[in-house]
């Protein structure tokens, strides 16, 4: 099969691989149908030493079944299937509770003989536990916001979720990437009344007044956070979606004594504001890795009748063989996320 490799920063090659078979009797084999890159690609594709070896690419993917292992209960060969960006099998104590990704089975897209998304098809561990079905053709209108169930909305979710949102609430978006454009659609979902998107790509803004931002905040650093002051008072809740430093800072600085931070993007820093003044503030940080499988089932029924519509933050596709043109789009902020068809 083709499939996406990288082979260390700017170096992503489409390639033969071997066809992915069933190892565990609980895998199954999805042909993959439509995929995309992540924002949290673009890390390793900015930094990732050179190898000989390469690295499999891909965590969100939707697909066919083409086999499943004879312990696979729930699915059968020409099932479409929607996958969550880790697998896990739906049935630990974590999973139990909600959180899938630390799965005590559970695992990652791209490594330990597990094939990446961004290819012809995949060995997916655990398929009961980790696949869901999905009620409409290959083919359909809805393909690219069920693909986003896989991760942005799933991710998206998460924040407005761990952040606490509810009826009536303001609430601070930081970062206007497809992540930070999803956790606007799920902090209107859960009712927040006013959202405030800070980011400055104006194409992207746009889209997340569709999304139902309410107001967009350009400015960056200190002159965001008294801008962001100006329009909120005392802000309660705020949904990090970038993962730098400064995205961070301005979390910080816009919030309230007492409020809530929930991150979505992957820290790119390793040490945080952990000391006496953030003490002193009573600040709860929570977020993380999304728990997506938890919540496709949660978000599933709004993306089928229409009410909400994660897919609009694809905005290129591209076959499969031209994956790595789309990292570079992605890389130079020229395309917001890429759809990848085999
Ligand atoms: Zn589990």
Request: with cysteine; glycine share 12%; charged share 25%.
């Amino acid at each position: 099969m083709r499939a996406t490799v990288m082979y260390g920063a700017g170096d992503v090659r489409v390639e033969d691989r071997p066809d992915p078979k069933i190892v565990q009797t609980t895998d199954a084999v999805v042909r993959v149908t439509a995929a995309c890159v992540c924002g949290s690609d673009l890390w390793p594709y900015g930094s990732m030493p050179a190898t000989e070896t390469g690295r499999a690419m891909g965590h969100e993917f939707l697909g066919v079944v083409e086999e499943a292992g004879a312990d696979v209960t729930s699915l059968s060969a020409g099932d479409l299937v929607v996958a969550p960006f880790t697998y896990s099998d739906n049935t630990c104590d974590y999973c139990a509770e909600g959180l899938h990704i630390s799965c005590r089975n559970g695992g990652r897209y791209g490594v330990d003989g597990v094939d990446g998304g961004q290819g012809e098809a995949v060995r997916v561990p655990h398929a009961d536990g980790t696949l869901v079905k999905l009620p409409v053709a290959a083919d359909s209108a809805l393909i690219p916001s069920l693909l986003a169930l896989s991760d942005v909305m799933t991710t998206g979710h998460h924040g407005a979720v761990t952040a606490g949102v509810g009826r009536g609430d303001t609430v601070l978006v930081v970062g206007d990437g497809a992540v930070g454009l999803c956790a606007v659609i799920a902090a209107r979902r859960l009712g927040a009344e006013r959202i405030l998107l800070a980011g400055r790509h104006e194409a992207r803004t746009d889209l997340g007044r569709h999304f139902g931002a309410t107001d967009v905040v350009a400015e960056r650093g200190e002159e965001g956070i008294a801008r962001i002051r100006e329009l909120t008072g005392k802000l309660d809740k705020v949904i990090e979606a970038v993962g730098t430093r400064p995205a961070l800072d301005t979390a910080l600085g816009a919030v309230r004594d007492g409020g809530t931070i929930s991150r979505l993007g992957v820290p790119q820093y390793e040490q945080g504001p952990i000391g006496p003044a953030e003490f002193m503030r009573n600040i709860t940080l929570t977020g993380g890795a999304s728990p997506s499988r938890a919540y496709i089932e949660q978000l599933l029924p709004d993306v089928l009748d229409g009410a909400i519509a994660p897919g609009r933050v694809f905005d290129r596709t591209y076959a499969l063989d031209r994956t790595p043109e789309a990292y570079r789009a992605m890389a130079d902020r020229k395309v917001l996320k890429a759809l990848i068809r085999p």
